[in-house]
């Protein structure tokens, strides 16, 4: 052995300070690449000769390329980021309700509410003139359109969160793929004592991404994989993974499932969890305040309504709901009428005007009684299948639709009003709105071909706008939250549930974003790549290479003398 | 502590984001000038805010409610005012002429007076607004008093109703601003209001036998004269125990004196109802029989309405019935008062639609006012704010822009 030691002692220390520099480079080169953790070489000496002098120093070896990570800030950045995850699509969903709520505004619905009672009082002190029935007729379309697209807005909404749904189911099942790739990779590499840092390096950069879609539990296995488990069902087992899909529930939207067993999906939080409760929680209950507010309106409008005389006589009126059932108590919900409920026992009076005015009073009474109660069927028969039948000059039918029809013989017409049991407003017969809700509100077909067909008068004078009167009142009658609020006042509070709940996302959102910064800082503090340190560190082992060199040379020269010089 | 490059960056560009995040919130208030632009800037003051802006519109609606009703009223003002001036000289021809001093030549043509009088306070009754007609109740397309001629003599048929129109002027408040005209001129209609005629069972209907009333001694048979200013008919009636009231009441009807006879309200008796003013209604039995006595309504009644009273005059004087022309002065004077009460109310009316249209005026700015300090953005704070987020944003951008500072690589040459 003798003076070769000193040639082994250089060559190691060439190849230690090599790898150092080479590991610089790596780390500068990776210096913005996400995830990536600053790397070091461990060198540590040589085992020592012994030797009559004692143990000899034999130099330097690379014991191991270490990866800088604090695994419990990673634990800590996934649940942040979780939180964050939800709250983000939280945030983004109600901030688009509450552009479609445009309030408080000039266009808002508290305004177009607003304009449509208080077109009310004009007609009630001017019942005959075209403009004020032309001015209510306009607001009211304003009212009923401000009504369904607001509602078909939010729907449309949720109809969004399901085209981001696929989107995230999509973007699990690919990371699932990846972090089970990188399982089987760094398996592979650490079979020996070996670290694969920058594959572990891209798991938990995959891992990081996941945690913003759902929440999930990870456990890493002897051999270096994980385990990924999402409420139970094991995403990513070691190399395999288990595949998201999505389907449509009973409400008409997406929800996750697993394909292997059909099973649903459980999350509560991550954006996959913002999203669905977004659509099936938050959205839903403001469309829900909406609805109620449009039943409100047509129905207690209607019941006004139908008490009341429009300008000229029907020739032929036809009912705005239908009936699915003719033989079944109007007051029953098997009549299939949307407001069967509110009918009850009353009457209500048709009156026949011949060609010279002269009118016959006739009163029909209503039964509600569930053995007994009038059907359509009866009451066809009270008012007469033919003209001569039942109440002369008028008769009526059912079509195939299950409307009903009320036709007066040539030369005379009718009105029907005075209304105590409803049932005229149930079967939409002189009604003002048609539909039973924000789906489907609008004008009834009578008014929207005529607004002389607007029932203002209690008595059928021309001048005579109390009915309209009465209508203009409902706005300041409570009538929602169990008669304790009027409709302006429960949309009101309604924008302040709204504007709370957007608030909370927004402040949520604010403060997840502050704490993940403040943890990816602390990452990054921990692990991230400092260009001045690299430098540093390359000058060092620069200087080690530069003097091992040296080293080598003078051993060189040193053996040179010896087997060169010496000769024989 | 650590610090590499890229926290520098990821800092720098949180506090930039921040930083033109708040700046466009400002600007946003800027330009709406307005701190609550959608429900989340202040949830607990949404029902305020809606409430408020709600309470402005309808404000708005109550003004022009009361600008209608006050045009309606000055028009009402200016017919009735007219009315009364028309109805005072009348009273002085019926004083002068009840006087020694007049003669037949002078009343001819103080008739003629009258009756010029008696078709100005017609065509006042008639005044409209726009199209409608101010007096006729709820039958505003219909004018409410029409001066007819039947069988030579002139009556006046009142052709509207009572409704009453009303004009909202707050939110539980509604204000009539008509005057149906039998308010103002007076019942044309005369009525006979029958007596009790203790039908055995009560109260009377149509198909009330004859033979129940007077407590069952029934009516006797004979006929009765209805006579309604010139025209006259005699109806008879039979007592074989089968008429009902219901066939006297058609008899009447149909009898084509232009009267009304239905059953009173209290269904104890008939009225008789002449359908004109300026009549004399009356019911007389015709020889010694006693039918209309025994049915309770044997009786005379001459209008007393404003235009029963004129045409009661113009006759007066054309027949030179002083006594009458005394009897008619006072007419007068009571209708006048009744025309002069309808004038003050409608004044008074006025009056309170002037005073709330102040009061809705004053109200209209507190709402505005709190509206404002509720929602309006303080734009002196909001300038100062923006300024400073302004220079805090250039600031970051000099710091950021200065972050590409050598490094220790730069000084390794």
Request: glycine letters at 8%.
């Amino acid at each position: 052995m003798g003076g070769f030691v000193g040639l082994t002692i250089a060559k190691k220390a060439l190849i230690a300070n090599q790898v150092a520099m080479e590991t610089i480079g790596h780390n500068i080169a990776n210096a913005n690449t996400p995830g990536y953790s600053r790397q070091r070489v461990e060198l540590k000496e040589s085992l020592p000769d012994s030797t009559p002098w004692g143990a000899k120093g034999t130099g330097v070896d690379v014991d191991d390329i270490i990866r800088i990570r604090d695994s419990y800030l990673d634990v800590q950045l996934r649940n942040e980021t979780n939180e964050l995850g939800m709250w983000d699509e939280k945030e983004k969903f109600l901030a688009r309700v509450e552009l479609y709520f445009n309030e408080p505004s000039d266009t808002g619905l508290a305004n177009t509410m607003e304009r449509f009672w208080n077109a009310w009082q004009e007609v009630a002190y001017m019942p005959e003139e075209q403009t004020s029935r032309n001015s209510l007729y306009q607001d009211a379309v304003s009212l009923v359109t401000g009504i369904t697209d607001l509602y078909n807005n939010l729907e449309s909404l949720r109809t969004d969160a399901d085209t981001a749904l696929k989107a995230q189911i999509k973007k699990i099942n690919s990371l699932a793929d990846s972090i089970a790739s990188l399982n089987s990779q760094i398996r592979y590499y650490e079979v020996g004592d070996a670290t694969a840092n920058d594959l572990r390096d891209q798991r938990d950069q995959k891992l990081a991404e996941l945690a913003d879609l759902i929440d999930y539990e990870v456990s890493e296995q002897p051999d270096g994989t994980v385990i990924v488990s999402v409420g139970g069902v094991n995403l990513v087992d070691k190399l395999d993974t288990e595949d998201m899909g999505y389907r449509y529930n009973s409400d008409g939207h997406l929800d996750p499932y697993w394909t292997y067993n059909n099973g649903s999906v459980s999350v509560s939080s991550g954006r996959l969890y913002g999203i669905t409760n977004t659509r099936d929680s938050l959205i839903p209950q403001y469309k829900e305040i909406i609805d109620d507010i449009a039943e409100k309106i047509i129905s207690e409008v209607n019941k006004l309504h139908t008490s009341g005389y429009g300008l000229s006589a029907f020739t032929s009126l036809t009912s705005q709901y239908d009936i699915s059932d003719s033989t079944a108590v109007l007051a029953s919900s098997s009549s299939g009428l949307d407001f069967y409920d509110e009918i009850q026992d009353g009457s209500f009076t048709m009156t026949v005007v011949d060609s010279s005015g002269n009118e016959t009073e006739n009163t029909i009474s209503i039964s509600a009684s569930a053995t007994s109660g009038t059907t359509l069927n009866s009451l066809i028969s009270t008012i007469g299948s033919s003209f001569s039948t039942g109440i002369a000059h008028v008769r009526a039918s059912v079509s195939s639709e299950g409307y009903l029809t009320i036709e007066s013989d040539t030369g005379y017409s009718f009105y029907v009003n005075n209304d105590t049991s409803n049932a005229l407003m149930a079967l939409g017969l002189n009604v003002f709105f048609k539909g039973s809700g924000a789906d489907d509100m609008d004008i009834a077909d009578p008014i929207d071909n005529n607004v002389n067909n607007i029932a203002a008068s209690s008595s059928g004078e021309v001048g005579d706008g109390i009915v309209a009167l009465n209508i203009s009142a409902l706005k300041d009658s409570k009538l929602m939250d169990s008669n304790s609020a009027t409709i302006t006042d429960y949309y009101g509070s309604s924008l302040g549930v709204l504007g709370v709940a957007k608030k909370e996302a927004t402040d949520m959102k604010n403060s997840q974003e502050i704490l993940v910064t403040h943890i990816k800082n602390s990452i990054e503090e921990i692990s991230g790549v400092s260009i001045d340190e690299e430098a540093m560190d390359l000058i060092k082992y620069q200087h080690a290479y530069a003097a091992a060199a040296q080293f080598l040379k003078t051993i060189d020269q040193m053996l040179d003398e010896l087997i060169n010089g010496i000769r024989r | 502590m650590r610090i590499t490059d890229r926290m520098l960056f990821n800092q720098s560009y949180v506090n930039l984001t921040a930083a033109m995040d708040r700046y466009s919130d400002l600007q946003e208030q800027m330009s709406t000038g307005r701190k609550i632009n959608k429900p989340s800037d202040a949830p607990g003051d949404m029902p305020q805010v809606i409430s408020y802006r709600t309470k402005i519109k309808d404000i708005d609606q109550y003004d022009s409610n009361i600008e209608y009703g006050l045009s309606w009223l000055s028009i009402s003002d200016n017919a009735l005012a007219n009315v009364a001036s028309l109805l005072n000289s009348a009273k002085s021809i019926a004083l002068s002429q009840a006087s020694a001093t007049a003669d037949d030549q002078t009343r001819q043509s103080a008739a003629q007076q009258v009756d010029s009088i008696l078709n100005q306070i017609v065509q006042l009754s008639g005044t409209k607004h726009g199209n409608r007609y101010l007096f006729s109740g709820h039958k505003t397309n219909t004018v409410p008093f029409s001066k007819l001629t039947v069988e030579g003599k002139t009556v006046i048929k009142y052709n509207g109703d009572e409704g009453a129109i009303y004009v909202p002027i707050s939110s539980d408040i509604n204000v009539q601003i008509n005057k149906s005209g039998k308010d103002i001129f007076g019942d044309p209609e005369t009525t006979i209001s029958g007596s009790n005629v203790n039908a055995t069972t009560s109260p009377i209907t149509r198909d009330t036998l004859l033979s129940s009333l007077n407590s069952g001694a029934g009516v006797s048979a004979g006929s009765f004269i209805i006579t309604n200013g010139n025209q006259t008919a005699t109806i008879s009636v039979t007592a074989t125990g089968s008429e009902t009231i219901g066939e006297v009441l058609d008899a009447i009807n149909s009898a084509g004196v232009n009267v009304t006879a239905a059953i009173n309200s209290a269904g104890t008796g008939i009225d008789i109802k002449s359908n004109f003013s300026g009549t004399t209604l009356s019911v007389q039995d015709t020889g010694s029989t006693t039918t209309a006595q025994d049915l309770g309504i044997v009786g005379e009644k001459k209008s007393q309405d404003v235009f029963g009273i004129l045409i009661r005059l113009k006759e007066a004087l054309l027949d030179g019935d002083t006594e009458e022309l005394g009897t008619v002065s006072g007419l007068i004077d009571s209708a006048l008062d009744e025309v002069l009460q309808a004038w003050v109310d409608i004044g008074s009316k006025e009056q309170r639609l002037e005073l709330t249209k102040d009061r809705l005026g004053s109200e209209q700015i507190n709402y505005s006012e709190l509206l404002s300090n509720t929602e309006d953005a303080d734009l002196a704070e909001l300038v100062v704010n923006l300024s400073r987020e302004q220079s805090l944003y250039q600031g970051l951008l000099k710091v950021t822009a200065g972050m590409l500072q050598p490094s220790l690589l730069d000084f390794l040459r």
